[in-house]
């Protein structure tokens, strides 16, 4: 693709399957806070979220940090050992990093996970920079994560496309400046959001579809 090369990824439920993880802190969470799980596609609806506002946002009435150290502990002590990588999204990296690709991660989590995330499977050196919770006032769908990725890499919006699994994700790319890539095994955006209004501006099945698009 003509102009484009930056390429910024999420991390969980984009380059890491974080998912199942994710819905069983939950679950732990409401357990403990509540005496009872709670539907899963409300956990779903969370996904992108960072944790301080689905907390607020979930459950209102129980001291925050009282309920970061219920969903924490369990997701800390559960982390490295559930998190799996997409199939071809290491073999992807590689090949844009090759490319000459400046390559980011935009992420809502925090930077300790973040970086055992990559660490596990070797794919730290990949990432010229990491963009995490910790680096932001605001966070997706506002623009700041991915403007301050950009800037630390020195590079323009025009020249980005964004890689996730949200529509906080795409709306963050779009008002940033930048392209936007859905990628096709995202739980929480349903087909209508897929065409809609906030749609992206490419969707792709698999990882290596991205060479495509770029090569296009």
């Not at 998912?19 to 806070?33: A, C, E, G, K, P």
């Not at 959001?193 to 579809?209: C, N, V």
Request: hydrophobic share 40%; with cysteine; proline share 4%.
């Amino acid at each position: 693709m003509n102009g484009i090369n930056t390429i910024l990824f999420d991390f969980d439920g984009t380059i890491m399957d974080t998912n199942d993880l994710i819905i069983h802190s939950w679950q732990h969470t409401f357990r403990v806070l509540e005496g009872r799980e709670r539907p899963v596609d409300e956990i779903v609806g969370t996904l992108g979220e960072t944790l301080h506002h689905t907390l607020g946002r979930l459950l209102p009435e129980v001291p925050l940090e009282e309920a970061v150290a219920a969903y924490r502990g369990y997701h800390a002590d559960n982390f490295r050992d559930a998190i799996k990588i997409y199939p071809g999204v290491k073999e992807l990296l590689t090949r844009l990093k090759e490319l000459g690709y400046a390559l980011g991660i935009v992420t809502s989590r925090m930077s300790g996970t973040t970086k055992q995330g990559l660490e596990k499977y070797a794919l730290d050196e990949l990432f010229d920079v990491v963009v995490t919770c910790e680096d932001c006032t605001k966070h997706k769908p506002d623009p700041e994560p991915v403007r301050i990725a950009l800037e630390k890499l020195g590079k323009k919006p025009e020249e980005a496309l964004m890689v996730g699994d949200t529509l906080g994700d795409i709306k963050s790319a779009r008002a940033a400046g930048a392209g936007s890539v859905l990628v096709d095994w995202a739980l929480s955006v349903s087909e209508e959001e897929r065409t809609g209004a906030d749609a992206p501006d490419y969707i792709i099945e698999k990882a290596e579809d991205l060479l495509e698009i770029l090569a296009g």
